[in-house]
């Protein structure tokens, strides 16, 4: 299973952005996803995630509704659109994935590369 991002780069402070994890590979279900962050010296944080099965979603507390969560099931592929950046948004912004690879399989988490958002001021 891998997981490619996609849509990182500088943007100034009020622009916007849309991010994409591409998964591929051969899984059994996808039981998770989510858009993590990273900024230098910083804990990783949790941006968004979403449950495929019911539909749930949550933000981190600091997204305030700036940031949407999505998934093109067609296209195996999440997005993560970010509206109103602040340079406190700049991180590398990873995504994953917890899946199972077959029906007897363990929950396993993967992750991608990760992709640069930079926010100037």
């Known amino acids: 299973v891998r997981l490619v991002e996609s849509g990182g780069g500088l943007v100034q402070a009020g622009g916007s952005l849309r991010l994409s994890c591409t998964i591929s590979?051969?899984?059994?279900?996808?039981?998770?996803l989510g858009w993590y962050r990273q900024a230098p010296g910083q804990q990783r944080e949790l941006v968004a995630g979403?449950?495929?099965?019911?539909?749930?979603?949550k933000y981190g507390d600091f997204v305030k509704g700036r940031f949407t969560i999505s998934r093109d099931d067609a296209r195996n592929t999440t997005y993560l659109q970010m509206n109103n950046l602040l340079p406190a948004d700049t991180a590398v912004y990873l995504c994953?994935?917890?899946?199972?690879?077959?029906?007897?399989?363990?929950?396993?988490?993967?992750w991608g590369q990760g992709t640069q958002v930079t926010v100037s001021s």
């Open positions: 979403l449950t495929p099965v019911n539909g749930i979603i």
């Open positions: 994953n994935a917890a899946v199972r690879l077959s029906d007897s399989d363990s929950l396993r988490v993967r």
């Open positions: 590979g051969s899984m059994f279900s996808i039981h998770a």
